[in-house]
């Protein structure tokens, strides 16, 4: 018999063999990590979704500003 | 449907928005409406919220402006390609309760699969890790209805064949319905690998083209003149 392991490695076994009701639980504490850590709700755009439009505005950030920005840039 | 279905069945997703299938009628669509405005959801790209645009397949996209789930994405939808009707995937479904006593209804794990089998890159590695979780939870004792299941629906190449090596005459007899398995049955993981590939490819043209018709109807609604 295949171990989960020989497949697709120690982590991914280790959620495999989580309940579905553990797997719910865990990834509740990672929603609550990425809200304090002040993420965003709004998702990214799916470009190759059916529903995706090119020309429809998207929205800008509550405060004004992208949350990333390039400071410094390497040369190659 | 979406994100949290598939984390709950044991592929990982982090999903931003909320997907939602809806039984598509008048009474129902009032009842949508009222929740929406509870999330002071706003629709945000065609179609209209209109009841013909649900059944004939479209969806309607939302942005929630309530504090609490400010910004998030709502995707509503009745009708998928290759999915059964509402009420079909309404008997089937998972019913969970959350700590603090909050129910969600999920789609069922098939349902779910046959939902995920479209045009988009990000949807097939997930089908592979839904169906993986879903043998490894329940290889010890499987049932009738799991062998067939994973026989019709795995997608990764080495379970397949043990599936198939273990209950030879199941995956002979559901050969007719999925041609690779005369692969796995025989053992030949090369052939298998490529006629995966080969099935992925053809499923995603048939998304496109199902999806044809409503893109042209969505750029009819986008620019009328």
Redesign the interface.
């Given at each position: 018999?295949?171990a989960?392991e020989q497949?697709?490695g120690e982590e991914?076994?280790e959620?495999?063999?989580l309940s579905?009701?553990q797997?719910?639980?865990e990834?509740e504490k990672?929603w609550q990590t990425?809200l304090a850590l002040g993420g965003?709700?709004?998702?990214?755009p799916?470009t190759?979704?059916?529903?995706f439009?090119a020309?429809?505005p998207r929205?800008s950030p509550?405060d004004g500003r992208t949350g990333v920005r390039i400071l410094r840039r390497g040369r190659v | 449907m979406g994100g949290q279905a598939c984390v709950f069945y044991g592929a990982a997703e982090f999903s931003r928005d909320t997907d939602l299938a809806v039984l598509a009628d008048a009474a129902n669509l009032a009842r949508l409406q009222k929740a929406l405005a509870e999330l002071r959801a706003d629709l945000i790209a065609v179609p209209p919220f209109e009841l013909k645009y649900l059944k004939r397949g479209h969806a309607l996209h939302f942005r929630c402006q309530h504090p609490a789930a400010l910004r998030m994405r709502v995707d509503v939808m009745s009708r998928m390609r290759g999915v059964q009707s509402f009420s079909q995937l309404w008997k089937r479904r998972t019913t969970i309760a959350l700590p603090d006593g909050t129910k969600c209804e999920l789609l069922s794990l098939p349902d779910l699969v046959q939902s995920k089998k479209t045009q988009r890159d990000k949807d097939w590695p997930m089908i592979r890790r839904l169906v993986e979780a879903h043998y490894f939870e329940n290889i010890e004792k499987p049932e009738l209805p799991q062998l067939r299941f994973w026989l019709l629906e795995l997608r990764t190449p080495q379970l397949l064949l043990e599936v198939a090596r273990t209950h030879m005459t199941l995956a002979r007899h559901l050969a007719p319905r999925r041609s690779l398995l005369r692969y796995a049955s025989s053992g030949n993981l090369a052939k298998l690998e490529d006629a995966l590939a080969d099935e992925e490819r053809v499923v995603r043209a048939e998304d496109k083209a199902y999806w044809q018709p409503l893109l042209r109807e969505l750029e009819r609604l986008r620019h009328p003149n």
């Open positions: 018999m295949i989960p497949l697709v991914w076994a959620w495999y063999r579905p009701v797997r719910w639980l990834s990672l990425y965003s709700l709004d998702p990214e799916d190759q979704s059916p529903f439009d020309r429809a929205p509550a | -």
